[in-house]
C-alpha cells in the first residue's frame, strides 16, 4: 500500500471541516466556534492566539479530543473522529495526542519519573520500559537529575519540563498545550519554548495557545481567533529562536 503514499510530502496530520461548537447557558446559546476550516500538516508548529473568550480552549478541546463539536468534520489522520463516542475519543487521545497545561497538572505525591509514567500505566506498559521511557524523556527535557524530585521540590518550569515529558512518553503524533507558558516567568518561557523548537525540529508536530505575541513567535504560523471564527491565518516571518533568545 506504500505505493499510495508516493509524491505526497504533505500529510494532512488534522483536518476541521465546517466545524462549529455550540453551548447552551440555560435560554442562551454560545456559538464557540463557528465554521473553522483549518488543515495542520505533519511538522508544523502553529500558535493559536485571540482575545479571552474567542474560541482558543473550545478549539483545543475539540483538536484534543476532549470535546466533540456540535456540527462539521474531524479527521486525525484521516480518521472522522468527529462522531465518535466517549470510549473512542479516550483512545485516540491516549494514542496520538500528547497534553500540556498552564497549571501543569501533576500530581504532588509521585516523584517527576513517576508522574512521566503514568500513561504508560494507563496504556499498559511493563514496569521496566515504563520506566526506560520515562527516564528517556526527562532526559530530553533536560532533568535527568531531578527523576526522583517531587513537584513541590521543583521550579514552575521545571514542573513544565516534566509536563512536557509526561506528554511526550507514549510517543504521541501531536502535542497540544494551552497556555502552557501562562504561569511563567520570561527566562522558564524560553527555555520551554527552546524545547518545543528542539522537539518540532525533530518532528513532533506541536500545537500551542497563547495571548503573547513574544511567545507566538517562537512558532511556525500563528492563527488568530476572534469571536469563535479565524481571522488570520500566517506563517511566521522573522522567528525567535530559542538559544538566541535566552542570552
Ligand atoms: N463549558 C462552557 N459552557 C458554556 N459556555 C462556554 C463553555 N466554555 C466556553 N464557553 C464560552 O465559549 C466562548 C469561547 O470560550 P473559550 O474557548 O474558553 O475562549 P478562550 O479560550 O479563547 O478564552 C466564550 O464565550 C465562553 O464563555
Ligand atoms: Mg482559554
Redesign the pocket.
Known sequence: MDYLLNGSDNVALLSLENICKK???GELA?M?LKDINLTIEKGEFVAIM????????????ILGCLDRPTDGHYFIENEDVAGFNENRLADIRNRKIGFVFQSFNLLPKLSSVENVELPMVYAGAARKRRREKAVEALTKVGLEKRIHHKPNELSGGQRQRVAIARALVNDPSILMA?EPTGNLDTKSTYEIMDIFQKLNDEGVTVVM?THEPDVAQFTKRIVV?KD?SIISDSPVENRTIGEAAAV
Open positions: 453551548y447552551n447557558q454560545v464557540a485571540g482575545t479571552s473568550g474567542s474560541g482558543k480552549s473550545t478549539m483545543m478541546n494551552d495557545v481567533f469563535g
